[in-house]
């Protein structure tokens, strides 16, 4: 099964789309068991292909068909079907089948159109393996764009109030990146000859007799690939979209998108930003810094003045973000490990925020904090694993964001200490806008109308617990992760010009 095991792995949510596909539209019981169960195949094989890695090794379980090929003059340029996971992409893989299983579970309070919903639930996470697991740049841009289609449907036809034009924005900001990610894979297409991943990097590193690309057009690349997976993670200024579809979306939609979809763009600025363009990126090494540093206290100060949990949160992921960027910026393996850390340690905590949201949506019908209070007297389980996320999220040690914050941080700190240090700034700021918005949403007196309310029921804290378990994992056992890390990390830091190891 190894040889195939990662094409098994991401087209196997489509055998769950196929059942629900023959399923009467008033089966609810039914469609929700095939939806659930059909996230807990990939997550089973995702764990197979996790127990099988070798840590020491590169590029793992491999699968390379030839698809087809572009004819150019005398001349037919191949184009491969070709999948593996290393140690970057693996982390982010087992991320997105965890994540997803426990937002399928947390979809318990939608009922509308369950049948369509899952379908596309279960479609989105086709785009999302396949983005992690691809190997070439045609094939990573086909299941980039995948991911666009049924996101936008789970906003506008399950959203809230305003669902559609948080849709549209969604729609209008992640099309114009991916207009900019298309055009620099073209030009990378008809400057090298390539689509692979492997032969484009070591193409433009180190494999060509003659340089392939001018600085200028290095340059124009690599911003144009910085644009746009920085619309995806994402990055000031083009981040206004993020916040309509977090107040906007469902839950479990929130869960996928602010737990996985980010990491895309944190993938896509690893893999091809720094992976393709090592001497331009250390060279803007301090530029992105800064830029990191903006995302930080922007959205830590934005946090900061909020009054609904939602924006909070939707904040909050704005200013993690930005110390991902500040591990990167560090370009060197330390800050590289803490911005990988940092992404799949923000995965697991901001889906177990925005399930608890969902949970006290369904209580309260509000997530604004003045309008809450006392939530622990009745919802004592609920209010306690909010306060346990609160906690992960601003960095307490035992916990996932204590490790990759302080890696990003330290890698900052041998090579910009003084950006470093005004970015730490972020972390006390999120310790103020977290406690605030949890303590004033659990403790205090209990408006009257709020009074009795039920607490999460045995279907919504088994997800809760599973997040958990992981951001303790993380953070009691960092190896876990590290181990897989280490040779990838140490192979990007290995090509930048002059900033090796660290």
């Not at 197979?48 to 020491?56: Q, R």
């Not at 331009?280 to 800064?290: C, D, E, F, G, S």
């Not at 941080?409 to 406690?435: E, K, N, T, W």
Request: net charge positive; aromatic share 10%.
């Amino acid at each position: 099964m190894n040889g195939h095991l990662l094409t098994l792995l991401t087209f196997s949510p489509l055998v769950g789309v196929l059942a629900l596909l023959v399923v009467p539209r008033g089966q609810t019981a039914l469609i929700r068991a095939i939806g659930v169960l059909a996230t807990l195949v990939p997550l089973a094989l995702s764990f197979v292909l996790y127990a099988n890695f070798a840590p020491e090794g590169g590029l793992q379980f491999a699968e390379k068909v030839r698809w087809f090929s572009i004819p150019v003059g005398n001349m037919a340029f191949p184009v491969d079907y070709e999948v593996g996971v290393d140690g970057l992409s693996l982390p982010l893989v087992l991320l997105t089948t965890l994540v997803t299983a426990m937002a399928a579970a947390a979809s318990v309070h939608v009922r509308q159109n369950l049948k369509t919903y899952f379908v596309c639930f279960l479609l989105l996470e086709v785009g999302m393996l396949g983005v992690f697991t691809s190997q070439n740049l045609f094939l990573f841009f086909l299941f980039f764009e995948l991911t666009l289609i049924p996101m936008f449907f789970l906003i506008s036809k399950w959203g809230y109030l305003e669902r559609e034009k948080a849709a549209l924005h969604f729609l209008v900001y992640n099309g114009v990146g991916s207009a900019l990610l298309f055009l620099a894979i073209l030009t990378l297409f008809v400057r090298v000859g390539d689509l692979s991943f492997t032969r484009v990097a070591k193409a433009l590193t180190q494999g060509a007799p003659l340089p392939l690309l001018s600085d200028t057009l290095a340059l124009v690349l690599f911003v144009l690939l910085v644009v746009a997976f920085g619309v995806k993670l994402p990055l000031f200024p083009f981040h206004t979209w993020m916040l309509r579809v977090h107040v906007q979306a469902p839950p479990p939609v929130v869960m996928l998108h602010s737990g996985i979809q980010l990491k895309m763009g944190a993938y896509g600025l690893l893999r091809m930003g720094v992976g393709f363009f090592p001497e331009v990126a250390a060279k803007l090494a301090t530029l992105l810094a800064v830029w990191g540093l903006v995302n930080v206290l922007y959205g830590a100060v934005l946090a900061l003045v909020q009054r609904d949990l939602k924006r909070v949160f939707a904040y909050s992921s704005i200013s993690h973000m930005g110390i991902v960027l500040l591990g990167l910026a560090a370009m060197n393996a330390t800050g590289f490990t803490g911005a990988v850390f940092q992404a799949v340690s923000h995965g697991f905590i901001s889906a177990l925020l925005f399930l608890l949201v969902g949970v006290i949506w369904e209580r309260t019908g509000t997530s604004t904090v003045t309008e809450m209070g006392g939530l622990a007297k009745s919802m004592p389980v609920a209010s306690g694993m909010l306060l346990a996320a609160a906690m992960a999220s601003l960095g307490l040690p035992g916990m996932s964001g204590f490790i990759s914050e302080f890696l990003a941080f330290l890698g900052l700190f041998r090579v910009q200490p003084a950006l470093a240090a005004v970015g730490a700034l972020g972390i006390v700021l999120a310790a103020a806008y977290l406690l605030r918005a949890v303590l004033r949403t659990t403790f205090g007196p209990t408006p009257e109308h709020l009074a009795g309310l039920r607490d999460a029921t045995a279907v919504e804290v088994v997800p809760m617990l599973v997040l958990l378990a992981f951001i303790v994992l993380l953070g009691v056992w960092p190896a876990v992760l590290g181990d897989v890390l280490h040779h990838a990390v140490q192979t990007l830091a290995a090509a930048l010009p002059g900033r090796i190891g660290g």
